[in-house]
């Protein structure tokens, strides 16, 4: 079974630029998570989509952040105009159920630098 | 907002050695959901071991164990016999069962081990 997957693996853009980040879930997973971290520091929940729904979107850090999931199966996560501050490594994450004791599945995630 | 805190962002290990990494955290909640992932240079996060909070008895996963402090709010990770392939940086989190669907993260221990 193939696992999440996340395109490009790393990404170099200037400021002002736009970048669009993929996500592939397991096949057959409705639950599809975003997360950033950025250097050094912890982990954080960016926003959940429940199918092409979105369940969660709490921790968008503003209106630059565009994310989809149209037909409920990959998702992108767009930023436009990309800061500085914006650089990190986003993961992507995926669970069939969406319970408390399920596990995510993550994706290698995408290395973005913003310059 | 829940907090995980991993006060030791670098660690080695003698392979064949065991190891610890600790981990605390901050809820009011009493049910909730522990894990810890392992991210391995390059490559995806993975699930390395789960606790639910209502269980006493500490999770094991092969090599990897955990010592579940409820009232201390601890959830340490112990790497026993540790091997070249357990080089990875390590995550903690928690997670609540109904209040939310994301992952609160640490920020990492990278471990070392040493040939």
């Known amino acids: 079974e193939a696992g999440v997957t996340q395109f490009p693996s790393h990404s170099v853009i200037e400021k002002g630029q736009t970048v669009t980040l993929r996500c592939d879930p397991i096949s057959g997973h409705d639950n599809l998570y975003w997360y950033r971290r950025v250097m050094g520091k912890e982990i954080k929940f960016l926003l959940h989509f429940v199918k092409e729904s979105k369940q969660d979107e709490s921790g968008m850090p503003n209106n630059r952040f565009l994310a989809e999931r149209t037909g409920g199966t990959y998702s992108t996560l767009k930023v436009q105009p990309a800061e500085l501050e914006d650089s990190g490594v986003y993961f992507c994450a995926s669970s069939q159920l969406n319970l408390g004791a399920d596990t995510q599945y993550f994706g290698p995630g995408t290395r973005l630098t913003v310059l | 907002a829940q907090t995980v805190t991993q006060s030791q962002p670098e660690m080695s290990v003698q392979e064949a050695e065991t190891v610890t990494l600790s981990c605390t955290y901050d809820t009011s909640e009493s049910d909730y959901y522990l894990f810890w992932y392992k991210q391995p240079p390059s490559r995806q996060m993975i699930l390395v071991i789960r606790?639910?909070?209502?269980?006493?008895q500490n999770a094991t996963e092969n090599r990897f164990s955990v010592n579940f402090q409820k009232a201390a709010k601890s959830f340490s990770l112990k790497i026993s016999d540790s091997q070249l392939g357990d080089a990875a940086m390590y995550f903690c989190a928690y997670r609540e069962p109904n209040t939310g669907n994301q992952f609160y993260f640490g920020t990492g221990t990278s471990l070392t081990v040493i040939p």
């Open positions: 606790q639910e909070a209502y269980k006493q």
